[in-house]
């Protein structure tokens, strides 16, 4: 299996390498290497057992740095390293579906430059496969950033009118989120390495999610790298309102790069947050958990009444994926079980629902060379086929029981009502009702502007269309030919499929999510517990606190607090100093001595004597050098 | 025979979808104008089946057999909190947080398993509800296969069909809570197609999107109060298995009630049992303690679940304020009109509400309200429909009125009422099914014209249609000894019977004089319809042309077999069948049973078999005979004898402008565009401005500055070499200086 996941990670980047000419061979090649990458990616869900937590794992030592400077101080451990999960399991099957559809949606429609067209679009697709596969910080922000370039190429030359200013807003905005993203992650590492004094630095990101299970990280310093990791998330998935750059690039990009970016890309952003935020920060996580899901839910309602007042096919889908990632932040910081699985099932769903959509909407393009809302009517009746899958990816979309919406929003909604109802009442109790009760009503206005777009475009009297200036009006309209069939149809079977069993996709995941959530939802219920409103109430009635946890508890309320401006202020300062971001800048220096070396065999376990600080210049001697716990202290004891 | 039952209930749904699948299939190509015979071959199939399992469910009862459980299988689980992998973790962390031990006291609190399988079940509710709704769309398909004849979406529409009836079957014999909403939808999406199914005409494009959002709202209260059912109680199964942890003694009919074979509910991953459930067995007892010690108090929380679910069965059943939907409905084609949209689905809500009758008992606040809106609704359309000239919008708003005619009587949480409800749903399919057809049948001769303003006279043209019209308006007005007098009277009945009680009675009161006067307009309209269709001069519009004859046999057979119900089955289940007795077949559901128990007050374990006269009423039975003929009477005379009569009696109603209120259905639409659609679209457009310009602004000014802070400094890089050499000079300067200091 583990040949398996290798071939296929890297199957869609080698066929770039393959010297296609002409355009029928630059996109067979790539219809055959995307073909060949969902087949190795079913194997691997075939193949995959309940409960596995690194199938198919490959782990070379990569930056070999001991071999070259044998006097480091610290030697970064950086590894060529892959595996997936229940998690990742499912998202990179469905990018490697998603990587078919969007070539087939290319096929016709894509006329200028082929050749590079479906290469940039196969080294995307490698790009997203390694997002989910990476189970190293550097590997994972590689891929991370990779998939940029090729977008941006792809909206660069092959998007629509204003595709420049998309291309340049999409890669800025979401590079700036993604930089401090990086800091965040170093930070982690360093913090892990410093705290536990082992002489690799570690960048594995199993190893240190189990380590920071074991030793949480000062609650103070959680919150600051919870900050910086979710700049880099929060733009991609995208929260409101950190929204802006998607309905530029989903409308300008080419229909295949919409698909992508709406079914992969965006789910990057919650992926991060469920495999770094909620494992590696759990105490940051649930003390922010109120305000994510308040911006999740304002994502949903927000999202969805934008989407209604747009004129335009793809920036209306546009929007509504902003309000679906609405519904998956929600499920996914609800932080309980069944929310949980719902959003990171919803994750999928979107997906699906959603890159069916764009596909559809590419089609429709195709035929009619415009995307404006007010110049359709009644296209049904020109093109029944179209308007089928139409009508079924709308339904799938807006949560039609039966298909696959429907399980994801209705566990994430469940569990979010099971967090406002279900446990006890605090301080926090009323928001999460309003927060739960708000998210179901966006299910309603998701119906709302997904069937007045269908009733607007599809239904009614077909309407005369205007002379176009391509002077294409004369040619008749052709309903959906046998390769755009074959496109959706793979989607709307994993669609009915899950929405009638999910049971096999959930029994996958259920185990890779709790071992990620595990501790924040800990965490979360210990948030609950701390801050009851009835206090009095309940401890007379049930008797479970004892006077000394009473006080233990008081005295550690403050601990799930936001830090208040006055403390934020020094506490900055504080941390520029004594914060290991300044290691970060140990990372640039460093990459260049390390050089590339050959894969080869971990070295792990080999001692480095410590014996040149290379921090001279924050802590002046070794001496002086605190300790982790020392350090720890500081942190939190700023006042 | 009882053995059969699983398969009957699995067969019952499973070959309608399987003749939708047929015709979806080959359909367009192969079958074309044949495409009603597999759906018309299954749903007779169905139809037998349902029969047949009414009858195993009956036998099976006189062993004390009430409920059969089919699971097909799990459809999601989440692993619950607590388990021992948590606990391990704990442990492993516990030196760092000093909560750990809070933490693992609390988990049991956190998240129970959720677990959902697809689980079918019989009792005698669903045991009815099948064997109606298959009836009704057996015959409706007969009908359809002359209706439709012609239409270039033949197969498309039996296609859908099908697959309705799936839905609606499945919808009745689900067992959990999850499922019904499932098919509570799923059953909304076919409507939704079906309304809309000649897409091209706009204004059943717009009915078919606004049957959608208005189910959507309702469905919104469905799912909260889904939700809150679940985080209540920890479960939303009905049915339920414990049965073996309750003695059973005689006295205890709550434990005979529940006994389930448990061969029928054995189920390889749970050895032994199945999570107890919110209705069946010892649940039931533990209703009648929800409102003193339930935890959450007073049963504000039941209360609140019953209100929300109800806002789900209004949506579905179109009770005020969500009734705008049906009306508009009727752009669909007519069978349609007379299968989803009066028949089977717009009864879903009250199936919801009978099936909950534990939940609604526990709750007298959520009854009455129930109780009220049904009243009202049933005056409301009433008043509208009396003006009205669409026929099958007069049709549509009675049905909302009869529909709420069966909240009423639901809502006063006794066991006549619910039986009465229920009574009534079974003889409304009938007679309503009929009227919807033979209005179609006139609209099949009358080339498409609906408004009863256009033809007239249609007796001799029609002579069926005619007759087979007529039995349907006597039952829908009440006169004896037609289907709607007894399921009327027995709803009527409930009601005073409710008003005579001390606790909130006077509620029933008004309700019952609001029955009474709706059973007036009820006998008015209705025969305001018909004398203006069947009755006077023979009028015949343009469109007819040559095709003012009376309808093929495939839509008059089902006409006469449906006459034929509406004559009898009232009459026959009154004094013949048993199954809507005290201790007859509809009183054998479980959830039902719960109100004999209710009726003890001091616990549940002496059960009093509540004693209700289950004759005609004697007083009310007069009382709303004595209206309904009047009712008649004034339509006849409004109608055929003295037309200008009706002028002049109107006038007064039209300067007060009350006319106007009823032709223009009280404006609700008009409220409703101008209190939430057109907010909501305006709040839309504004956001989309903000996003474009204030979000979105302030991004391109954040990439904005950059720019500008390199336009600031441009110049210092202005190319000019002396320039370079004086800012360098400088610096020496200033280093040295810094250096000598």
């Known amino acids: 299996m583990k040949t398996v996941l290798l071939i296929t990670l890297l199957l869609p980047a080698a066929a770039t390498i393959l010297p296609a000419v002409g355009r029928m061979q630059a996109r067979c090649w790539a219809l055959l290497a995307s073909l060949a990458t969902l087949v190795g990616a079913i194997v691997l869900v075939a193949r995959f057992h309940v409960g596995d937590a690194a199938f198919a794992a490959t782990d070379y030592a990569w930056f ?93 030359i092959w998007g629509s009118e204003q595709r420049r200013y998309a291309a340049i807003k999409f890669f800025l905005f979401t590079l700036a989120g993604s930089v401090l993203t990086l800091l965040g992650l ?49 733009i991609k998935v995208p929260l409101v309102p950190l929204h802006t750059w998607l309905p530029l690039a989903h409308t300008e990009a080419p229909a295949a790069g919409s698909i992508l970016l709406a ?49 335009d096919l793809k920036r209306l889908i546009a929007y509504s994926s902003v309000s679906h990632l609405g519904f998956c932040m929600l499920g996914i910081f609800a932080l309980n079980r069944v929310a949980l699985q719902g959003g990171a099932l919803q994750m999928i769903n979107h997906g699906l629902s959603t890159g069916g959509l764009f596909a559809i909407v590419g089609m429709i393009y195709e035929r009619y060379h415009t995307r404006r809302i007010a110049d359709f009517g009644g296209i049904a009746a020109e093109t029944p086929v179209l308007a089928f899958f139409m009508v079924f990816m709308t339904l799938a979309s807006i949560g039609l029981p039966g298909l696959n919406g429907f399980v994801g ?21 009323t928001q999460y009702r309003v927060i739960s009760v708000l998210a179901v009503s966006g299910v309603v206005l998701g119906a709302w502007y997904m069937l007045s777009l269908v009733a607007r475009v599809f239904f009614g009297p077909l309407r005369q269309r205007a002379p176009c200036t391509h002077g294409r009006h004369a040619e008749p309209i052709a309903d959906l030919g046998l390769r755009e069939v074959l496109a959706l149809v793979p989607l709307c079977l994993v669609i009915v499929w899950i929405g009638v069993q999910p049971k096999f996709i959930l029994d996958r995941m259920g185990p890779a999510i709790d071992q990620l959530s595990s501790q924040a939802m800990r965490a979360a219920d210990e948030k609950e517990e701390l801050t009851p409103r009835r206090q009095a109430a309940k401890d007379e009635g049930k008797g479970r606190m004892g006077e000394r946890k009473m006080g233990e508890r008081k005295m550690n309320q403050e601990k799930y607090e936001w830090p208040k401006l006055s403390t934020c202020l020094p506490l900055s300062f504080s941390a520029s100093v004594h914060s290991p971001f300044p290691y970060v800048l140990f990372l640039p220096s460093s990459l260049p001595l390390c050089g590339f070396a050959p894969l080869r065999e971990n070295s792990i376990g080999r001692v480095i004597p410590r014996q040149k600080p290379l921090f001279d210049n924050i802590w002046n001697s070794e001496a002086e050098r605190p300790g982790a716990d020392q350090l720890a202290t500081e942190l939190i004891c700023v006042p | 025979m009882e053995s059969y039952i699983p398969k009957l209930l699995i067969a019952i749904p499973a ?22 015979w597999p759906v018309a071959l299954a749903l007779a199939g169905s139809c037998l089946a349902s029969v047949v399992l009414i009858f195993a469910v009956q036998q099976a009862q006189k062993d004390h057999r009430h409920e059969h459980v089919v699971r097909l299988w799990t459809w999601a689980v989440v692993q619950g909190a607590g388990s021992g992998e948590q606990g391990a973790e704990s442990g492993e962390r516990g030196g760092s947080t000093p909560y750990s031990v809070l933490s693992t006291t609390n ?136 049965v073996e942890t309750i003695p059973a003694t005689p006295g205890h009919v709550a434990t005979t009630i529940v006994r389930v074979d448990p061969q029928e509910i054995e189920d390889p991953n749970v050895p032994g049992t199945v999570e107890p459930g919110i209705f069946g067995g010892h649940h039931v007892p533990v209703v009648g303690r929800l409102t003193k010690d339930h935890p959450f108090g007073e049963g504000a929380v039941v209360t609140a679940i019953c209100l929300l679910l109800f806002v789900g069965a209004c949506g579905k059943s179109a009770q005020f304020p969500l009734h705008v939907w049906l009306p508009d409905a009727m752009e669909g084609p007519t069978p349609v009109s007379a299968l989803i949209h009066a028949a089977t689905m717009v009864t879903a809500g009250i199936y919801l509400v009978a099936r909950c009758t534990p939940l609604y008992a526990a709750s ?63 003889t409304h399919a009938f007679f309503k099914a009929l009227l919807f057809l033979g209005a179609g049948s006139v609209m099949h001769a009358m080339g498409g014209v609906i408004d009863i303003r256009q033809f007239g006279g249609l007796r001799r043209k029609l002579p069926i249609t005619h007759w087979t019209f007529l039995f349907g308006c006597l039952a829908l007005s009440g006169i004896f000894p037609f289907a709607g007098f007894w399921s009327k009277d027995a709803i009527l009945a409930a009601v005073a019977e409710k008003a005579g009680e001390a606790q909130s009675g006077w509620i029933y009161e008004y309700l019952y004089y609001a029955g009474t006067i709706t059973a007036f307009l009820t006998a008015f309209y209705t025969f305001r319809a018909y004398f203006l269709t069947f009755q006077g001069d023979e009028r015949i519009p343009k469109e007819a042309g040559h095709h003012a004859h009376e309808s093929p046999a495939a839509m008059t057979g089902p006409l006469v077999i449906l006459a034929i119900g509406a004559l009898g089955v009232g009459a026959y289940f009154q004094w013949m069948g048993d199954f809507l007795k005290p201790d007859g077949f509809l009183m054998q559901t479980p959830v039902l049973k719960a109100l004999q128990i209710q009726a003890e007050p001091a616990g549940y374990h002496v059960p009093v078999v509540a004693t209700y006269p289950w004759s005609p009423h004697l007083t009310v039975a007069l009382i709303s005979t004595a209206v309904a003929l009047a009712g008649i009477a004034v339509a006849w005379l409004f109608y055929v004898a003295r037309p200008d009569l009706a002028e002049s009696a109107t006038k007064p109603a039209k300067l007060l402008g009350l006319y106007a209120l009823s032709h223009g259905k009280f404006f609700i639409d008009e409220i409703y565009a101008a209190l939430i659609v057109r907010p909501l679209e305006a709040l ?48 020496v300067l200033a280093l040295v200086g810094a250096l000598l200091w």
């Open chain 2, 15 to 36: 070959l309608p979808l399987a003749a939708a699948a047929i015709v979806a299939v080959l359909g367009k190509r192969i079958l074309r104008e044949q495409s009603h």
């Open chain 1, 186 to 234: 170093v930070a982690i590492v360093l913090w892990v390495w410093h705290a536990s004094g082992a002489p690799a630095m570690t960048f594995s990101i199993p190893e240190l999610t189990k380590y920071l299970q074991a030793h949480a990280m000062p609650y103070r310093l959680q919150v600051w790298l919870f900050f910086a990791l979710f700049a880099g998330f929060a």
């Open chain 2, 107 to 242: 988990s049991g609190l956190s998240s129970p398993a959720f677990r959902m399988d697809i689980v079918l079940r019989a009792d005698s509710l669903t045991a009815i509800m099948l064997g109606m709704v298959t009836f009704v769309s057996t015959l409706v398909v007969i009908y359809a296969n002359g209706y439709m004849h012609g239409d270039p979406g033949y197969w498309r529409f039996f296609a859908y069909v099908a697959l309705f009836v799936f839905s609606m079957t499945m919808l009745v014999s689900v067992s959990n809570f999850v499922l019904l909403y499932v098919f509570w939808e799923a059953v909304g999406l076919c409507s939704y197609l079906l309304i809309g199914f000649w897409f091209e005409k706009p204004a059943a494009a717009a009915a078919g999107l606004k049957a959608f959002l208005v189910n959507r709202i309702g469905d919104f209260g469905f799912a909260l109060g889904v939700f809150l059912l679940w985080t209540t109680f920890g479960t939303l199964d009905f049915h339920d298995s414990k």
């Open chain 1, 64 to 156: 070999d740095v001991a071999g070259i400077c044998d006097h480091a101080y610290m030697v970064p451990d950086i590894r060529f390293s892959i595996a997936l999960d229940g998690l990742s399991l499912w998202l990179f099957a469905l990018t490697a579906l998603l990587l078919v559809v969007a070539v087939l949606v290319s096929w016709e429609a894509i006329k200028d430059q082929q050749s590079l067209y479906y290469r940039l679009l196969l080294l995307l697709g490698t790009g997203m496969l390694g997002v989910f596969v990476a189970r190293d910080i550097i590997l994972f922000y590689l891929f991370f950033e990779f998939t940029l370039v090729p977008l941006f190429f792809l909206i660069g």
């Open chain 1, 409 to 429: 929003e209705f566990l994430l909604l469940m569990g979010m009502f099971q967090r406002a109802w279900g446990t006890a009442v605090t301080e926090w109790t």
């Open chain 2, 684 to 731: 839309a457009a504004l956001l989309a401005l903000v996003d474009r310009y204030v979000i979105d602004g302030t991004v391109n000014a954040c990439g904005a500055f950059p720019r500008a802070l390199g336009a600031m400094l441009r110049p210092l890089q202005g190319g000019l070499v002396q320039f370079y050499a004086l800012v360098m000079a400088l610096g």
């Open chain 2, 364 to 426: 007298p606040d959520a009854q009455a309200v129930v109780s009220t809106i049904g009243g009202f609704t049933a005056l409301l359309a009433a008043l509208i429909a009396l003006t009205q000239t669409d026929l099958k919008r007069i049709l549509a708003y009675s049905t909302v009125s009869q529909l709420g005619y069966m909240f009423l009587a639901l809502g006063t949480g006794s066991q006549l009422g619910v039986t009465a409800g229920m009574f009534h749903l079974f």
């Open chain 1, 263 to 311: 079914g992969v890309l965006l789910k990057i952003g919650t992926y991060g947050f469920l495999r770094f935020n909620l494992p590696m920060l759990p105490d940051a996580t649930a003390a922010s958990m109120p305000c994510l899901l308040w911006l999740s839910v304002a994502g949903i309602i927000y999202g969805a009444l934008v989407a209604l007042a747009q004129s």
